[in-house]
């Protein structure tokens, strides 16, 4: 007896029913390794403008103090005495 053709494409289709499935879950660990990676280097440049952030108002206060330091003492004038 011979099989139909649409009877073997449903075995065949039976049968890969497994590795579809797999592969579909490991398409969603794919998106979910991948979501990860992006949020961890989200969380990262977050840290790193944070830290630039914090080193510029550092920069700028350290500026500001020299800005304005008082400026030394004017020295004194000396005027020879007459004798």
Known sequence: MRAS???LAALALLAAGPA?????NGAIN????TNDRLSTRSEIR???QRQQF????????????DLF?????????VVPGRR
């Open 20 to 24: 579809l499935a797999q592969s579909s």
């Open 30 to 33: 794919s998106l979910n390794a």
């Open 54 to 65: 914090n080193n510029n108002q550092t920069r700028m206060q350290i500026e500001r103090g």
């Open 46 to 48: 977050g840290i790193e």
């Open 5 to 7: 053709p649409t009877l």
């Open 69 to 77: 330091r008082p400026s030394a003492p004017a020295a004194p004038i």
